[in-house]
């Protein structure tokens, strides 16, 4: 069975990107081991200028592990949360992005600018995405309930070609 590191965009508990993160994790617990990444909150600050701290070397050792890198992200004012583009800038100067197998999700209210600039990023680390390992659901809100279930039909089957690139992508197809 493939490990799989996922993050979740957002520090808040229970968030949707984290609910979505733990749907695929049950729904496909047959065919890939998600670990959600949950020290987000917990990263210092990067600066190139220092060694990266234990928390880094523990962050890059558990992307180097996996068979792939999971995303799913809410967009904040346009773009990234900055808790989750400084996760992002302490892997910018090492090379754990590369060719590693890598399916993103951006869930929000509207995503469209958070989505161009994480597809950028991931082009720039050099990841290496499937045709169809790459997700915007907009509106997020009214396609998840409270309980954490997808409610929305539609969402379900993107995720599911989503898991599914993802997947092909890992096994090298």
């Known amino acids: ?14 968030s949707t990107n984290e609910l979505i993160l733990q749907h695929i994790a049950k729904q ?9 990444y949950d020290e987000l909150d917990k990263l ?17 050792s558990l992307i180097s592990s996996a068979s792939g890198v999971l995303i799913c992200t809410p967009e904040y ?4 949360p900055g808790s989750f583009k400084n996760l992002i800038d302490w892997l910018v100067p ?10 993103f999700i951006v869930a929000s209210a509207l995503g469209e600018k958070t989505f161009e600039s ?26 998840v309930n409270k309980s954490g279930q ?12 989503l898991v599914n690139s993802f997947v092909a992508s890992i096994q090298g197809n």
């Open 1 to 14: 069975m493939k490990k799989i590191i996922a993050f979740s965009g957002s520090t808040r508990k229970g």
């Open 28 to 36: 496909y617990v047959d065919v890939i081991d998600v670990v959600i």
């Open 44 to 60: 210092p600050h990067f600066n190139p200028d220092v060694e990266p701290p234990e928390i880094v070397v523990k962050l890059q």
């Open 77 to 80: 004012i346009f773009s990234l």
């Open 94 to 103: 090492t090379t754990f992005f590369s060719g590693k197998p890598t399916a």
């Open 118 to 143: 994480l597809t950028l990023i991931i082009k720039t680390l050099e990841a290496r995405v499937g045709e169809k390992s790459s997700l915007l659901i907009s509106g997020v809100r009214g396609k």
């Open 150 to 161: 997808i409610t929305d039909v539609s969402t379900l089957q993107q995720i599911d070609e």
